[in-house]
């Protein structure tokens, strides 16, 4: 018996000494049989920036970070968009800013300043002349060059995913909340087409209420492993599990859900498959001998409202390009890939104006109708500028349509499209999920960024100037 205490004196002894303060602190813990997260308390100082208005800015002035895949698409556009001076250029590659800046040259505008080097992009956010700092960098500088930039008094607009983890997610929040600064992931895919006008047919109740809705990325990348700079995109995903690149099939589906604007994601689960295709590409490029990223990644998400999403995430095999967008309601049934269409009771429409004959809801309308109705409902935004979004390009029009946007909301004084919680929230999924699939699929929390106000603002909309 005496052997006994000791023994249990003695490990009670070596766990105290492993809780000691030298000892990082476990930040989540299980309630209810979900793995839940610490969420942070708002420090004195911060507040919510749900609905930010900032003074109009008549001219907005943009400095770009990062030149090289996205980057110079994106200073292009702008040469279209009218009430803009593109100031500063920076990439780590000097020839990199140097070609950027012919766009500017060769279009007849003025010449930009150029930084490049480790340190060139912390000399663009010093300027004071700059109110948009505009990041398509490697995913993993993301989180310090937006930080960087809020906490010199620029407004952000940063590439997806905006955070690689959770910790990162939390100091976009709180850095936006603390500076009062703008913080837009650059999601682009809300403004395709047919998201745009699924969205607007929500709005008029077309679909009823909405249960449930489906996102991906499916897009094999084995033509463009090697067009990452120093292969940084296959190193993080070797070294990563989970949906690691979740917001395109995301976030047109938070929007339909108004998730922080009435609904929020209350939990999820994920599931994997091994790493084959992924592996093989790795031991080929980096002579890698193990790969965390499952070839297929399949996660379900439940609301507080008791809808689900769910969503996929698979750049290794031979697959069409695929982002789902699948939207299931009372009512109707919308779908994008691999055909574009749309299912309805006959009473979803009965307010339409469309006309109608032998409608039911086990087939996709006709081709005729489909067309009708996209035409009936095209978003606003969408009619005014389609043309134009067209013409300039940038996946078919949705990119023009997003940097439209976020000029026109900083010209008037208007809450942006995308916020930092959406940023937080779509960007959350890669931890959340590796977290579910290191055990064995568990429920792993979405924690509420907003701190509690995710009821405040009712439904989802696009701020527009009177």
Known sequence: MRKLFSLIALVALVLGFASCDSTPKQNWKVVDGVITFDVPAREPGQESVLGLRVDPIPTVRIGFIGLGMRG???????????????????????????????????????????????????????????????????WQKHVEMAVYAMEHGHHVAVEVPAA??????WQLVNTAEKTRRHCMMLENCVYDFFEMTTLNMAHNGLFGEMLMAEGAYIHNLDPYWKDYHNNWRLDFNQKHRGDVYATHGLGPVCQLFDIHRGDKMNYLVSMDTKSVNGLATA???????????????????????????????NVYTPRPYNRLFQVTGTKGFANKYPIEG?????????ESGVKYDDLNAHDFVSEQMREELMQVYKHPITAEIEAKAREVGGHGGM???MDY???????????????????????CIGDLTAMSLEHKSAPVAVPDFTRGDWNKTRGYHHAMAK
Request: proline share 4%; hydrophobic share 35%; with cysteine.
């Open 405 to 427: 946007r976020l000029i026109y909301c900083l010209h008037n004084g208007l809450p942006l499209d995308q916020d930092v919680y959406d940023a937080a929230e779509w960007s």
């Open 164 to 169: 690689t983890s959770l910790d990162e997610c």
């Open 399 to 401: 990119d023009f349509i």
């Open 283 to 313: 031991k080929e490029q980096m002579g890698a001998t193990e790969f965390a990223n499952g070839d297929h990644t399949l996660t379900f998400i439940k609301t507080e409202k008791g809808k689900v999403i769910h969503l996929q995430h």
């Open 342 to 350: 749309f299912a309805f009771h006959p009473d979803g429409l009965a």
């Open 72 to 138: 110079p698409a994106a200073v292009e556009r702008y040469t279209h968009i009218d009430g803009v001076e593109i100031k500063a250029l920076c990439d780590l590659e000097p020839d990199r800013a140097e070609k950027a800046q012919k766009i500017l040259t060769d279009g007849n505008l003025p010449a930009a300043d150029l930084y490049s080097g480790e340190e060139g992009w912390k000399e663009l956010c010093n300027r004071e002349d700059i109110d948009l700092v505009y990041i398509c960098t490697p």
